[in-house]
Nanobody, 126 residues
Framework: LQIVESGGGLVQPGGSLRLSCALS??????????IAWFRQAPGKEREGVSCISDSEDSVKQLDSVKGRFTIARDDARHTTYLQMNSLKPEDSGIYYC??????????????????WGEGTQVTVSS
C-alpha cells in the first residue's frame, strides 16, 4: 500500500491550502479504508486533525480546526482531500495522511492507524 500526500506549501495567515492524499493498494480500493489527516509541529506530538469514514457518514475533527478545515474523499480517484481555510500560524507543521481498515472505524489516534504517508510541509507565516 502506498500513500502520497501533496499540496503543502507556504501561505500567509488567513489563506487557504488544499492537501491531497492519493492511496494505491493492490487488490483493495479506497473505500476499504477510513482516511485521517494528522499533523506534527516541531517539538510537539503528532495530533489527529480530521478523519472520514469509508461511507462518509462519520467525520471526526480536532476542535481547533472545526469550521475551517473540511475533509472529503473521492473514491473513484483514490484520493482524499483536506481543504484548509483561514489558516493560522499554529496550523503549521508536517501533515500526514493515514489509512485504517474501514471495519475499525474512524480515529484521531495515531497509534490506531494502519498505514502512513511521508507527509507534506505546511507553513503559515507572513
Amino acid at each position: 500500500l502506498q500513500i502520497v500526500e501533496s499540496g503543502g506549501g507556504l501561505v500567509q495567515p488567513g489563506g487557504s491550502l488544499r492537501l491531497s492524499c492519493a492511496l494505491s493498494v493492490s487488490g483493495l480500493t479506497l473505500d476499504d479504508f477510513v482516511i485521517a489527516w494528522f499533523r506534527q509541529a516541531p517539538g510537539k506530538e503528532r495530533e489527529g486533525v480530521s478523519c472520514i469514514s469509508d461511507s462518509e457518514d462519520s467525520v471526526k475533527q480536532l476542535d481547533s480546526v472545526k469550521g475551517r478545515f473540511t475533509i472529503a474523499r473521492d473514491d473513484a480517484r483514490h484520493t482524499t482531500y483536506l481543504q484548509m481555510n483561514s489558516l493560522k500560524p499554529e496550523d503549521s507543521g508536517i501533515y500526514y495522511c493515514a489509512a485504517r481498515y474501514a471495519y475499525k472505524g474512524c480515529s484521531l489516534s495515531s497509534s490506531m492507524m494502519d498505514y502512513w504517508g511521508e507527509g507534506t510541509q505546511v507553513t503559515v507565516s507572513s
